[in-house]
């Protein structure tokens, strides 16, 4: 299997959130919108579809 390189944004999943649920008549606050951004990223870790790693910069 080939390994790519794959960078998630929690800030750019939160935007797609907020844009899908505006769709659906759904208006998530912020705080919302940044806790399912960061379930869906801890979701993405614990089924090994991506590694967490922490920036350096």
């Known amino acids: 299997m080939r390994e790519i390189e794959v960078f998630i ?3 750019e ?3 797609f959130f907020f ?6 008549g759904y208006v998530p606050a ?5 806790e399912l ?8 870790v614990e089924k090994c579809i ?3 790693e922490v ?3």
């Open 37 to 44: 951004a960061d379930i869906t990223f801890e979701y993405l």
């Open 9 to 11: 944004d929690t800030e």
């Open 30 to 34: 912020e705080d919302e919108l940044e």
């Open 50 to 52: 991506i590694d967490e």
């Open 13 to 15: 999943i939160a935007e």
């Open 19 to 24: 844009q899908e649920l505006l769709k659906r």
């Open 55 to 57: 920036s350096e910069d």
